[in-house]
C-alpha cells in the first residue's frame, strides 16, 4: 500500500504540472466545448470556496437535471462531507477516528493550496463568435468535490466492505456530474480523484502501521502471535474489538 500511495502521489505532482505548464489545455478547452452542457461561460470567479454550495446543493432557478447532478454530488461538499465523516468516525477507535479525520483536514488544505498557489493558462469556451475566458477555471485545480467523494468512498468501504461497490460508484459518478455541470474541467476531476486516492490510501496506510504495535502492547510477544490484530472497524460505544476478516 505505501507503493500505491507513492505512485500516487507522484501522479498528483506530474498533473498539478502538467495543469500549471498548460499542457493540459488543449483537452480541458474540448472538455469546455463539448463535454460541459451546463457551464456558464460567463459566470464569475467566486474565489477558492463558493458559497452558494455550501448551504444548499442547487440554485433554485436551476433546471431540473442540473439540480439533479448537484444533489448527486452535493454529500461531497465540504460542509456535509464533514459530516459524513464525523458520523462514521463514531464507529471507530479513537485512534482511527482521528486518522480519517486529519486525513479529511489534510484533503482540504491541499485542495485550497492547490487553488491559490497554482493558475493555468487561460481555458476558453469556442462555441460563439469569438472565444470566451472561463475565468472560474483559471485557479480550479483540483476539485474539492471530485477528492472528497473519493475519501467518503474510501471511508465508508473501510468501515462497511459489503458498501465498498456503491460508494466506489457513487464516488465515480461525482466527477462526471461535476463536468457536466460545469463545474470543473477534466484535468480537475483528474487531480481531485488522484488526491482523494492519496488522502483514503495515506489512512489506510498510517492505520496499517499502528495496528501491530497497538496489538503488541497488549500481552506479551507469545500471546501476540496467537491472537489476531484488532479490528479498527470496531465500535468505540460497545467497546469490543472483534478480529478483521482477511
Same mark, same amino acid.
Given at each position: 500500500?505505501?507503493?500505491?500511495?507513492?505512485?500516487?502521489?507522484?501522479?498528483?505532482?506530474?498533473?498539478?504540472?502538467?495543469?500549471?505548464?498548460?499542457?493540459?489545455?488543449?483537452?480541458?478547452?474540448?472538455?469546455?466545448?463539448?463535454?460541459?452542457?451546463?457551464?456558464?461561460?460567463?459566470?464569475?470567479?467566486?474565489?477558492?470556496?463558493?458559497?452558494?454550495?455550501?448551504?444548499?446543493?442547487?440554485?433554485?432557478?436551476?433546471?431540473?437535471?442540473?439540480?439533479?447532478?448537484?444533489?448527486?454530488?452535493?454529500?461531497?461538499?465540504?460542509?456535509?462531507?464533514?459530516?459524513?465523516?464525523?458520523?462514521?468516525?463514531?464507529?471507530?477507535?479513537?485512534?482511527?477516528?482521528?486518522?480519517?479525520?486529519?486525513?479529511?483536514?489534510?484533503?482540504?488544505?491541499?485542495?485550497?493550496?492547490?487553488?491559490?498557489?497554482?493558475?493555468?493558462?487561460?481555458?476558453?469556451?469556442?462555441?460563439?463568435?469569438?472565444?470566451?475566458?472561463?475565468?472560474?477555471?483559471? !485557479?480550479?485545480?483540483?476539485?474539492?468535490?471530485?477528492?472528497?467523494?473519493?475519501?467518503?468512498?474510501?471511508?465508508?468501504?473501510?468501515?462497511?466492505?459489503?458498501?465498498?461497490?456503491?460508494?466506489?460508484?457513487?464516488?465515480?459518478?461525482?466527477?462526471?456530474?461535476?463536468?457536466?455541470?460545469?463545474? !470543473?474541467?477534466?484535468?480537475?476531476?483528474?487531480?481531485?480523484?488522484?488526491?482523494?486516492?492519496?488522502?483514503?490510501?495515506?489512512?489506510?496506510?498510517?492505520?496499517?502501521?499502528?495496528?501491530?504495535?497497538?496489538?503488541?502492547s497488549r500481552g506479551s510477544s507469545t500471546a501476540s502471535s496467537a491472537t489476531p490484530s484488532p479490528s479498527w472497524r470496531t465500535s468505540r460505544a460497545s467497546g469490543s474489538r472483534s478480529p478483521t476478516p482477511s
Amino acid at each position: 500500500m505505501a507503493r500505491a500511495l507513492a505512485a500516487t502521489v507522484t501522479a498528483l505532482a506530474a498533473a498539478a504540472a502538467l495543469v500549471a505548464a498548460g499542457a493540459a489545455s488543449r483537452l480541458d478547452a474540448w472538455g469546455v466545448d463539448h463535454v460541459m452542457p451546463g457551464l456558464d461561460p460567463l459566470a464569475q470567479d467566486h474565489g477558492v470556496v463558493d458559497p452558494t454550495g455550501l448551504w444548499r446543493p442547487f440554485p433554485l432557478d436551476a433546471s431540473w437535471w442540473e439540480k439533479l447532478l448537484d444533489a448527486g454530488k452535493y454529500p461531497a461538499s465540504a460542509l456535509v462531507s464533514a459530516a459524513v465523516v464525523a458520523l462514521v468516525c463514531l464507529r471507530l477507535s479513537r485512534r482511527a477516528a482521528l486518522v480519517w479525520a486529519g486525513a479529511w483536514c489534510a484533503l482540504n488544505a491541499a485542495e485550497v493550496a492547490g487553488k491559490r498557489l497554482l493558475e493555468r493558462p487561460a481555458v476558453h469556451w469556442s462555441n460563439a463568435a469569438a472565444p470566451v475566458h472561463v475565468t472560474p477555471f483559471d !485557479h480550479s485545480f483540483p476539485s474539492g468535490h471530485a477528492a472528497r467523494a473519493v475519501l467518503l468512498a474510501g471511508l465508508v468501504a473501510f468501515v462497511w466492505p459489503g458498501l465498498r461497490s456503491a460508494a466506489a460508484a457513487w464516488a465515480a459518478l461525482v466527477p462526471a456530474a461535476l463536468v457536466a455541470g460545469g463545474d !470543473h474541467t477534466l484535468s480537475d476531476v483528474a487531480g481531485g480523484l488522484l488526491l482523494g486516492l492519496a488522502a483514503a490510501l495515506a489512512a489506510r496506510t498510517i492505520i496499517r502501521a499502528w495496528t501491530p504495535s497497538t496489538s503488541s502492547s497488549r500481552g506479551s510477544s507469545t500471546a501476540s502471535s496467537a491472537t489476531p490484530s484488532p479490528s479498527w472497524r470496531t465500535s468505540r460505544a460497545s467497546g469490543s474489538r472483534s478480529p478483521t476478516p482477511s
